[in-house]
């Protein structure tokens, strides 16, 4: 609920979100979920959709599609969100319409965080139900947990325990999300196993339980990398389906990718939209995919590929920081010395590590020292 300033009410709880973050103008919030910022779009997509809509949902599971890959509601444009293979979405979305979970499977920076809370946005109204899943992690992360200072005071009672947001998802018909799935250790992560499946989640302290409600469903991300850490059993992988988000295909894809975000984010921090050139986006993409795919674009000279992950959202970073530079410390428009300072930080991680190949990257006009040359220090 939005309250302008000073009316706050004093009943208000002191664990209570509302407590905890006050009533501030709403455009002071680095950055509202999907469903704050997108309002507008979700409104007329369900204003105009008039296909079938499984229970609970907000949209029909063509207008979540519609949502996430752009297009028109009556005479509302509907931004992308994601820029990949349309089937892909359409077989996540189709798969949280039926009981069976969904894994986006890929490696950073594919956007696999980015579509479930956008998918959970379209479809519950609310992607804030996030578990982030850790090493460290236990069940109670995952179930519920207990307030301690009441379950000492009072014994166990529904006012003393504290539900999971998984649990509140079950309870609410709500989409929630586990991020970094294969993270959490393997028994933890098993504790899903009778929720997606019995799609019931027990307390026997108080020998009740939570039955989800329709609209439950779960979206897990997990990274191609993590493979092998806690690989998922097989019990839990036969409640999930897979769907791999793959790095984009050609060099123009990915240019338009970052093109999109990057002026999301400058328009967000006021930036000028000159702070980001086209030319400088294509440079970088280009060098994040050479350097990623280990040869040159054009197939003739080997790179060797750093171990640091080189993902469009790494792109997006560079560029993003390039124009900080440029604009604060520059003439405001971004040039290729602002660009290597960010490189430097995104794939020479150690020190001297690929200066050498780096200064090899051809340059615009084909020239060997690489139009980084002189501008990474060391280089
Ligand atoms: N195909 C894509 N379409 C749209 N945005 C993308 C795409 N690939 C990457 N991104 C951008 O990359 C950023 C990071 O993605 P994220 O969801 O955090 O990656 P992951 O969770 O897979 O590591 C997001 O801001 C997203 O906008
Ligand atoms: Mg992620």
Redesign the pocket.
């Known amino acids: 609920m939005k309250r302008s300033p000073g009316t706050g009410s004093a009943k208000t709880s002191a664990y209570t979100s509302e407590a905890l973050q006050p009533s501030v103008p709403d455009d002071t919030i680095i950055r509202p979920h999907a469903e704050t910022a997108y309002a507008h779009e979700l409104a007329a997509l369900a204003a105009t959709d008039d296909r079938p809509r499984p229970a609970s949902w907000r949209l029909s599971p063509w207008a979540v599609v519609t949502y996430l890959l752009g297009g028109k509601a009556g005479e509302t444009v509907i931004e992308p ?4 293979q349309r089937r892909l979405i359409e077989i996540a979305v189709a798969t949280l319409a039926t009981d069976r979970a969904l894994l986006l499977l ?1 490696v ?8 479930s809370e956008h998918l959970a946005a379209a479809i519950s109204g609310d992607s804030t139900l996030l578990v982030q899943g850790t090493a460290g992690m236990n069940e109670e992360n995952l179930r519920y947990g207990w307030n301690y200072a009441r379950l000492l005071a009072e014994g166990p009672s529904e006012k003393a325990l504290v539900p999971s947001p998984v649990m509140n998802a079950l309870r609410d018909g709500k989409i929630v999300r586990v991020e970094e799935l294969t993270r959490i250790p393997a028994d933890v992560q098993d504790s899903l196993i009778t929720l997606l499946s019995e799609k019931t989640l027990p307390v026997p302290e108080l020998s009740t339980e939570v039955q989800a409600r329709r609209g439950f469903n779960l979206i897990a ?1 997990s ?1 191609d990398r993590d493979k092998g850490v806690n690989e998922l059993s097989a019990a839990l992988r036969r409640r999930f389906n897979t769907v791999v ?1 793959p790095l ?1 295909d050609s060099l123009d894809e990915e240019v338009t ?1 970052v093109q999109n ?1 990057v002026a999301a984010l400058g328009k967000s921090l006021e930036l000028p939209p000159e702070a980001a050139p086209l030319r400088e986006i294509q440079r970088l993409v280009t060098v994040f995919r050479e350097l990623r795919s280990g040869k040159t674009e054009d197939g003739r000279e080997k790179i060797k590929s750093p171990t640091a992950t080189l ?3 790494e792109a ?1 970073s560079v560029i993003h920081q390039g124009q900080s530079l440029a604009v604060h410390f520059g003439d405001g428009e971004l040039r290729a010395h602002d660009l290597a300072a960010g490189l430097s930080g995104a794939i020479i991680k150690r020190p001297g590590y690929g200066c050498r190949r780096l200064a090899g990257i051809p340059g615009d006009r084909g020239e060997k020292t690489g139009w980084l040359a002189g501008f990474v220090p060391g280089l």
Do not use: D
Not at 110 to 115: E, H
């Open positions: 969100k994601y820029y990949g890929g950073p920076g594919t956007a696999k965080t980015w579509v991300t990274n988000l984009p990718i975000r993902s469009t959202a997006i």
